[in-house]
């Protein structure tokens, strides 16, 4: 693990921080400017997809990674899911990442869930420090690490910093981290509620401005738009219109690097898709449906979704996993919005999950998953990773590339992989261990070995104690997990 510093010298750390990062974002003010040649910092695109498995894209050996389909192939019992038969995917743009970038084979999430990965990914913290969940469970008490990982307005993130060292910031697509209170849902519609309805759309309208300017406002987004607050099922919106919209998001983010190409940007793209095993019904929504209400016709930024199923099936494959290819479609129309406005060679392409699904919500192998990039100035061949990096270390990465220094409380937990990312071995100091953590569970994972703790609340631990004795008294079965 990294060496820190004494804790004598943890008073001047603050002045010293801060001082750094005033001549970082000097530097970079004065370097923005409407000659982006000028300027060479590199863009950086984070797409993040929804427990995506490696199984679920192409490029990754599913015998090789903790998957479902890896578990079936080596034999290990699973429920008989066809899916795990036959994990073909097309994926061309995302494949080409892989021929022509670097596969992280050890990457991990510090924390298998959707709000704590998100926060880790955005902060470079480990979510049991977001101040949400300090209030809730403060240091020393046990706290059990779920849906309660908020980010909260006061904390550094790396949109805020990454803004005021010159970039271009922007966000589409997923949040999940909390739009302040009321908890962003629509308030009174019925399941059942028509979604051409005026009065509908009003109100649905209505809920989604005052999320995205809590999310503009409070955050460092230069452009935060086409979101979803939370899962889409979540939103409050009549039941039709729970619907995955991915050529809407897609559209948000060649918007955005349309404005701002021509400054350093970093666009946060979380993706709605899969968040959960492929199907095609994720793909029959009516592309009109938004959590910002009815479009009038639906975006045409991606090839149309029945040329999806027409490609799977020529290739054939099942057309379950369309949805792979659907999400490659979005791959590829960032990738060419970028090749056409002559900025990809320099933009840092990140191609991720916030989790797992086989073992979410643990700190089991849910906590591993795919990392692709691709970065053509500085990255010439393809070449496999098998550093122990995690989204902790995406912060104080982005920051060095930008020529910032991170703040006090983004410096803690994570460090940055550039020279990995550009060739060079890892550092000499860098961790040979990682912790993880989620719901009431703590882990450490080695290169070879991994150590997990269940550690139950007291409550927890009362409940599974009855039950047991009842099921004893009764001679019922009890189902448990260990």
Known sequence: MRRRKEDRMASLEPNRRELLRMGAAAAAAAAAGPARAQDPRPNIVLILT??????????????????????????????????????RMLTPNIESIARTGLTFSRFYVTSAVCTPSRYSFLTGRYASRSVPF??????????????????????????????????????????????????????????DADPFDPQVNRRIRETYERNLRYIQENFGWDYAERIYGNNKEWLGLPRRMAVHNLEWITEGALEFIGRYHRRPFFLYMPLTLPHGKYG???????????????????????????SVFERVRKAGIEERNAVATWIDDAVGAVMRRLEELGVADNT?????SDHGSRGKYTCYEACRVP?????????GSAREVDTICANIDLAPTFLELAGAAPPEDMARDGASFVPVLKGGPEPANWRDRLYLECSNIRGVVGRKWKYIANRPPAEAQRAIQADALEAARTGRLRLVSL
């Open 50 to 87: 929804d427990d995506l498995d490696f199984d679920e894209i192409a490029p990754y050996d599913p015998a090789r990674y903790p998957c479902y389909g890896g578990a079936h192939s080596a034999g290990i019992p699973t429920r008989p899911r066809a899916w795990y038969q036959d994990p």
């Open 134 to 191: 300090c209030r809730r469970f403060p240091p020393g008490t046990p706290g059990t690490i779920q849906w309660n990982t908020n980010l909260d307005p006061g904390e550094s993130n790396i949109a805020r910093e990454l803004k005021r060292a010159g970039y271009a910031t922007g966000v589409v697509g997923k949040w999940h981290l909390g739009v302040g209170r009321p908890n962003g849902r629509v308030q009174g519609l019925e399941d």
């Open 280 to 306: 095609a019904k994720m793909m029959r929504g009516d592309p009109r449906f938004t959590p910002a209400g009815v479009l009038e016709k639906p975006p045409e930024v991606m090839p149309p979704r029945e």
């Open 348 to 352: 840092l392409f990140i191609f991720t």
């Open 371 to 379: 990392f692709l990039v691709r970065w053509p100035r500085v990255i």
